[in-house]
């Protein structure tokens, strides 16, 4: 592999980032990343992926699916190999566990896959031995980035909190929801300073009026409640304002709980920069209430204290484009969504394919703000689709959207899930490289 003649930084060593990471290292792209964090890490908590997601994965790199494969897993009956969700009445008061006594409300088949999911941190920890030695910096939070709107070759150059700095030439934003490179890319885009707090307003994300409790529950435990089947398998629970999925993770010792409140409140930090905040096991029981004993069962089983975590995204504030200049947006910074289709990581693993093998074929640096404008072509849609879509998608779980007509919540789900599932990712890129082409002609 021919190493290219430019040096990128990756701002940020989320999924995202280090995902990128990886695969510009198998194409020759030198890169650092800096992580404002004093080490890489991930939250305790699941993360689902579809086979749109592994199949990008595999297109990053084959040790990058390797690492996910070990730590992935999946729904444990081979009945249920190809199932996502049995979706439930959580308002039920029939158990569970006598599965003939509370059958599903329907059934999403989608894919191949069926439901993988894994435990984040044990993804993260698969992921960062495939970094080349010292290509990452800690302690560095991104500030500002200079020379954005220069047309010129010079370096860009990051600016950090601890007042060191850094030039690339050119810069991958993979900061998150919080991202710092989205304030500078909307600056850039509107030619004005960063710190002009009107326009960089319109770049935050706003609150979606709900909230999760998340929680890891011993299988033992879980078993206790739902039985076997329903604790082996991903189940999601339906009901008015309120849903909750469950699924196992760590090779089905642990049941993946993910509990979602929808409140006309504000949240009271107002703001994106603190999304979780204190709560009980007794807060997550009230807000249920109305909920059959299987939910409440679980929650039960909960940790006595558990975080709420806002849902933030980008619905109301979609970026009008993603990159500019040498500067590109990639992950939840361009298109942070809520996660009711659980496919945000995903998305973030298909920019990453896209990006990585738009890149592997450029021969100079000049080169680099065109591939980051196919890449936007590209992708944009796709992944603002998946933000407004995932807003549609959890008004249909609790029947805000079209009541209880279970059969038209199960066609419209089905419908924008094989969206998601159906990706044909490889012409996707094909089509973004013959676009590279072209632009690089003009
Ligand atoms: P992040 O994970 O936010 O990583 C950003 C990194 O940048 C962090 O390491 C951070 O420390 C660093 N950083 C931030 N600011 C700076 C700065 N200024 N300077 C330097 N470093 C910085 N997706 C799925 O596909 N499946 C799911 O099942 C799923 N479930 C979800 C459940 C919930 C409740 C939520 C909220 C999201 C869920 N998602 C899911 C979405 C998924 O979590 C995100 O899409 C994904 O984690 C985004 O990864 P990222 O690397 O882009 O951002």
Same mark, same amino acid.
């Given at each position: ?6 040096? @990128? ?13 990886? =695969? ?9 990343? *800096?992580?404002?964090?004093?080490? +890489? ?23 990058? !699916? ?16 190809? @199932? ?14 006598? /599965? ?40 560095? %939070?991104?500030? #500002? ?33 919080? #991202?710092?490179?989205?304030? @500078? ?19 935050? /994300?706003? *609150? ?22 329903? =604790? ?25 709980? @993910? ?17 979780? !905040? ?7 029981? $009230?807000? +249920? ?22 849902? +933030? ?12 200049? $040498? ?9 942070? &969504? ?30 680099? /703000? ?21 807003? $549609? &998608?959890?008004?249909? *779980? ?5 009541? $209880? ?32 082409? %072209?632009?690089?002609?003009?």
């Amino acid at each position: 592999m021919t190493a290219k003649p430019f040096h @990128v930084a990756i701002v940020g060593g989320g999924i995202t980032g280090l995902a990128l990471a990886i =695969s510009l290292h198998k194409r020759g792209v030198s890169f650092t990343i *800096y992580e404002q964090a004093a080490a +890489f890490g991930e939250i305790g908590a699941g993360v689902g992926m579809h086979a749109n997601a592994v199949r990008a994965m595999k297109i990053c790199d084959e040790g990058l !699916l390797a690492g996910f494969e070990r730590v992935a897993t999946r729904n444990a009956w081979a009945s249920k190999k190809d @199932v996502w969700f049995d979706v439930l009445d959580g308002t039920s008061t029939e158990p569970a566990n006598i /599965p003939e006594k509370l059958a599903p409300l329907f059934i999403l088949t989608g894919h191949e896959d069926g439901h993988a999911a894994c435990h984040r941190a044990r993804f993260l920890e698969e992921m960062v031995p495939l970094l080349p030695a010292g290509s990452a910096q800690f302690g560095k %939070r991104l500030v #500002s980035v200079t020379g954005v709107e220069e047309d010129g070759g010079n370096p860009l150059t990051l600016v950090f909190e601890d007042g060191t700095t850094a030039q690339a030439d050119a810069v991958l934003g993979c900061d998150g929801i919080k #991202s710092r490179t989205r304030a @500078v890319l909307v600056a850039a885009l509107n030619k004005v300073d960063n710190k002009d707090n009107a326009i960089i307003d319109k770049a935050k /994300p706003t *609150y979606s009026h709900k909230f999760v409790y998340r929680g890891l529950i011993p299988m033992v435990d879980a078993v206790a409640v739902l039985g076997e089947e329903r =604790s082996a398998n991903a189940m999601l629970w339906m009901g008015p304002d309120r849903h909750a999925l469950t699924f196992p993770v760590n090779h089905g010792q642990t049941l993946n709980l @993910v509990a979602f409140v929808t409140t006309p409140e504000p949240w009271p930090s107002q703001d994106a920069q603190q999304l979780t !905040l204190p709560a009980t096991r007794d807060d997550a029981l $009230r807000d +249920f209430a109305g909920f059959g004993p299987n939910v409440l069962g679980l929650l039960g089983k909960a940790a006595p204290q558990m975080d709420r975590w806002a849902l +933030f995204d980008l619905a109301e504030h979609p970026l009008p484009q993603f990159y500019k200049g $040498r500067l590109c947006l990639v992950g939840d910074a361009a298109h942070a &969504s809520t996660p009711h289709h659980g496919a945000g990581a995903g998305m973030c693993i298909e920019d990453v394919a896209v990006l990585a093998e738009l890149m592997g074929t450029l021969k100079s640096k000049e080169e680099l /703000p065109i591939a980051f404008a196919a890449f936007d072509a590209s992708r944009r849609g796709r992944d603002q689709w998946l933000v407004a879509s995932s807003r $549609r &998608s959890a008004d249909l *779980y609790e029947w805000r959207a079209r009541g $209880r007509d279970f059969a038209g919540i199960a066609d419209e789900v089905r419908a924008r899930q094989a969206y998601i599932w159906n990706i044909d990712l490889d012409k996707s890129i094909a089509r973004a490289k013959e676009d590279l082409t %072209r632009r690089l002609a003009l």
